[in-house]
Structures are given as C-alpha cells and as structure tokens.
C-alpha cells in the first residue's frame, strides 16, 4: 500500500513568487493534514480537511497561504506570494478516523516526507 | 495553552548503549501522547502512543515510553540503540475531544558512534 506521498521533495523560489506543494493522502483516508516546521522550530499545524471540506484551518499563518482538496483525494498548498519566513518543512498527514477518536487504530496520522521549501 | 518542551536539541550515545529522550507537555488535561521518528529522507513514523490504561507503552523498533502524570512527562527509552536508530525524535500530544491537531515539540537529533 502507497504511503502519503508529497511533491516536490524541495524547491527553492524567490520571494514574491507562487509555490504549490502537493501531498497524495493514502487511498481511503478521509482526513488530511498540513503541518509545518520552520527550521529548529516545533511541528506546527496547519490545518485539516475533512474529504473535501476543511474542518479546521486555524493554523493557516495568513492569507497568503490556501489549501484546496478537490474531490476529497490530493490536496494543494499554495503560497503566493512567497515570503522569506515561509521557507521551511511542509508535511501532509493523512488518516482514516479523526485524531480524536485517539482509541481507535484508524485514527493513526501516516505522514509525508515532506516538502522543503526554501524563499530566497 | 499547549505545548510540548524536549529539552534536548542533540544528543550522542554510542552503539549498544541506553537512550532516554526527555519529553514534557502542558496541557489542560490528560493527552493522548505520541512520539514520532524522522529518518533522513523519510517522512514521519509513528513509534508508539498513549491513550489510557498501562502508563508504560511498547512501540516499534524497540522502544517504550513512560507516561508520568505526576511529572507531566513522556520520555522515550531503548535499552540498546543501533546505529539505524539515527534520526530526528520528535514527541507530540493531542486532544481527547474535539481538536483536530498534534502539537509537536522542537525535536530531538540522535546520533550514534560506533
């Protein structure tokens, strides 16, 4: 079975300019996620969809960051315009039960390898 | 607010060699806890994880993990560690009810000598 799967693995752009990351979740999983890390920095969240519909995005830095999953399967990321301090570790999770229903083994988050972004 | 401290940015053992990855959280009540390991190159994995019952829990690869509520602590321990133990260790916590996310701490780098 696939893993969470994200592209690019890196990719360096200059400020201003537009970046989309991609993240494939694993077949079935109705829930996403995008997490970020920031360099020497904790994981921090993003926010996370529900199939299609984004159920919480209170991690979303501003609003020059918008995440879509059309149709419920990948999701996107976009940055426009980039900025210096959007350069880091971007990671997509995906698992089949929310993380609340913490009991249950399908709410284990699998993730990505992540996208590492670098705005020069 | 929540939050996840390792207070351990690096550490270096030699091969063969017991390993404790220190992790503390604050937290408004009791979380489910994580710890998630990062390989180079590889996304992150699930080691192992609490959520009730026997505070001393099993995972992968050879590690367990203490829950301490009284220390509001999560460390991480393997007896003997291997080389292909190298990697980025990072401990999380989530919320019982209703929240949708992990917080992560800052992570903890371990390198082992031969």
């Known amino acids: 079975e696939a893993g969470v799967t994200q592209f690019p693995s890196h990719s360096v752009i200059e400020k201003g300019q537009t970046v989309t990351l991609r993240c494939d979740p694993i077949?079935?999983?109705?829930?996403l996620y995008w997490y970020r890390r920031v360099m020497g920095k904790e994981i921090k969240f993003l926010l996370h969809f529900v199939k299609e519909s984004k159920q919480d995005e209170s991690g979303m830095p501003n609003n020059r960051f918008l995440a879509e999953r059309t149709g419920g399967t990948y999701s996107t990321l976009k940055v426009q315009p980039a900025e210096l301090e959007d350069s880091g570790v971007y990671f997509c999770a995906s698992s089949q039960d929310p993380p609340w229903a913490g009991g249950s083994l399908n709410a284990e988050a699998f993730f990505g390898q992540g996208t590492r972004l670098t705005v020069v | 607010a929540q939050s996840v401290t390792q207070p351990d940015i690096h550490i270096t053992v030699s091969e063969g060699a017991s390993l404790e990855l220190r992790c503390n959280y604050s937290y408004g009540a009791t979380p489910y806890l994580f710890w998630y390991v990062q390989s180079p190159g590889q996304g992150l994995q699930l080691l192992l994880k609490?959520?009730?019952?026997?505070?001393l829990v099993q995972g992968i690869k050879g590690f367990e993990a203490e829950f301490k509520r009284s220390q509001s602590s999560f460390n991480l321990r393997k007896p003997s560690v291997h080389w292909s133990d190298a990697a980025e260790y990072f401990c999380?916590?989530?919320?019982?009810?209703?929240?949708?996310?992990?917080?992560f701490g800052t992570g903890t780098r371990l390198t082992v000598i031969p």
């Open positions: 999380a916590v989530g919320a019982r009810t209703g929240a949708n996310n992990l917080f």
């Open positions: 609490y959520f009730s019952g026997d505070t």
């Open positions: 077949s079935g999983h109705d829930n």
